[in-house]
């Protein structure tokens, strides 16, 4: 059965590693994720994930406890290889392959990430998470997602979030709120809607990236969109 995308990037946000928990990782979120990512690569799929750090430490909530701004983007930054490390882990448990790369230079912890390193990482099979962000203070993970996005020539950037798509407003807070199944990158900054930063956001749309954003906690979700089923809510130019 072909399949609607055959490389991807996949945008897990630090926050949905905790699942119930309050810090930190959430074990059995952890092995669903990674046995779904398996799933994917014994069909084929070339995969890139990259991860954020909000779980461990968020560099805007550094700034409120008295850190400067690029103090507190570092140390975010470095709890997304902590995460890295922890998928990378489980993905190897589920019998898949995975290989942590890092922004800068961070040896023996893992491989400073280069495009040809990645494309010939992808061709083995391996799921290449790519972690510190850009490498940069200032720059959201959702950049770093757009960014690696455009360089692995990732045909779909699949946002893994706790809703099942983008809502009108917050479904969380707004009961009235009504999901859209398919929205313009336009049509959503028009309508002010939080799905990325605007960096991201214009990388995407720029270099015709099209992103969905889904319910990563449902299971089965990723292989659903892969085969073209209409799972989450498909930004598009």
Do not use: W
Request: proline residues 2%; hydrophobic residues 45%.
């Amino acid at each position: 059965m072909p399949f609607l995308y055959n490389r991807i990037l996949l945008k897990l946000s630090g926050e949905a590693l905790m699942g119930v928990k309050n810090y930190g990782f959430d074990e059995k979120l952890l092995i669903g994720y990674a046995s779904q990512i398996k799933e994917l690569q014994d069909s084929g799929v070339q995969v890139g994930i990259v991860v954020g750090g909000g779980n461990i430490f968020r560099g805007v909530s550094g700034i409120e406890a008295g850190f400067d701004r690029v103090s507190g983007d570092y140390m975010g930054m470095l709890a997304t290889v902590i995460n890295g490390l922890a998928l990378q882990t489980f993905i190897r448990h589920a019998g898949g392959k995975a290989r942590v790369l890092t922004a800068v230079e961070m040896l023996p912890v893992a491989e400073r990430y280069t495009k040809t390193l990645t494309a010939h990482l992808l061709d083995q099979g391996y799921a290449v998470i790519f972690t510190f962000g850009t490498g940069n203070p200032f720059f959201t993970t959702d950049t770093a997602a757009a960014l690696r996005g455009v360089e692995m020539n990732a045909e779909v950037l699949l946002k893994g979030t706790r809703v099942d798509g983008v809502y009108t407003a917050d479904p969380e807070k707004d009961k009235t709120a009504v999901k859209f199944d398919e929205i313009t990158f336009d049509e959503a900054y028009k309508r002010g809607l939080k799905i990325m930063d605007m960096t991201a956001f214009t990388m995407c749309k720029e270099n015709n990236l099209p992103v969905i954003v889904f319910d990563m906690n449902k299971e089965g979700n990723l292989m659903k969109i892969i085969q073209g089923e209409k799972v989450g809510t498909l930004v598009k130019r």
